[in-house]
């Protein structure tokens, strides 16, 4: 039996195996769809002794650390940085890694219906492995993006430096943080959301909740909002592409 599965860590909740594990049952798919908790990245090396181990998905915290362990990349992934699928490749007894992010059509496809022409610029909220999707897409579309951390960080702005002045001149703001995720569903990061209005575009990442607390924050000043799931199916479907050459 085929397999696949999902690396990161913690994995308190997986969209991913649920979507994968009904996707087989309702197509008659004879695979498995498993999650693997990793404590640290280098314990990948032991997956691969797994035969029937096909491909991978990747998430927090190794989108990033994990292109150490791969044997390519293919060149949105390189581009990108960050690594969100890894396909086994076996052939004449040899294995080789290699490794893709989908994350880039997900967001993507899953963006473009709602940008207006006043979308210039964007605040990406957060700095890991998914941020940098983001970015990439950002720019394809000819969208300014600037980072903001926690601390302080070249090249980003801190939530302390967010002002009236540059919330009026980024109107889309992603949430590219685990900040709000179930269980912690009242946390929200902190931008000044009493700047907030009609124009502005809050995407967040996280699907569970549903509603994060960023955005029911910003429903009530009136802005667009969308939460990850559609991008997060989509990338699921283009995971399942990559590994089976579709």
């Given amino acids: 039996m085929r397999r696949f599965g999902l690396i990161g860590f913690p994995l308190v909740q997986s969209f991913s195996k649920k979507f994968f594990t009904a996707k087989f049952e309702k197509e008659g798919i004879d695979a498995q769809y498993e999650l693997y908790e990793l404590k640290d990245i280098s314990e990948l090396i032991d997956l691969k002794t797994d035969t029937e181990l096909c491909g991978l998905n990747v998430t927090i915290p190794y989108k990033e650390k994990v292109i150490q362990f791969l044997d390519e990349l293919d060149e949105t992934a390189a581009e990108v940085g960050a690594v969100n699928v890894i396909k086994f490749i076996r052939t004449e007894g040899k294995l080789k890694l290699k490794g893709y992010n989908s994350d880039?059509?997900?967001f993507e496809n899953s963006?473009?219906?709602?940008l207006q022409t006043?979308?210039?610029?964007?605040l990406i909220l957060g700095t890991g492995g998914v941020s940098k999707a983001v970015n990439y897409v950002l720019q394809k579309n000819g969208i300014k993006a600037t980072f903001v951390s926690r601390v302080s960080k070249e090249n980003a702005l801190t939530y302390s430096?967010?002002?009236e002045d540059i919330l009026n001149d980024n109107l889309l703001i992603v949430n590219a943080s685990p900040v709000g995720t179930f269980p912690n569903v009242n946390d929200c990061p902190e931008i000044p959301y009493q700047f907030l209005?009609?124009?502005?575009?809050?995407?967040?990442l996280v699907y569970n909740p549903a509603e994060t607390l960023f955005l029911k924050k910003g429903k009530e000043h009136g802005t667009q909002l969308l939460n990850g799931e559609s991008m997060l199916i989509t990338q699921a479907l283009v995971s399942w592409e990559i590994w089976n050459d579709c």
């Fill in 197 to 204: 209005h009609e124009k502005h575009f809050l995407y967040d």
């Fill in 161 to 163: 430096q967010l002002t």
């Fill in 118 to 122: 006043y979308h210039k610029n964007a």
């Fill in 104 to 106: 880039v059509i997900g």
């Fill in 111 to 114: 963006l473009k219906p709602f």
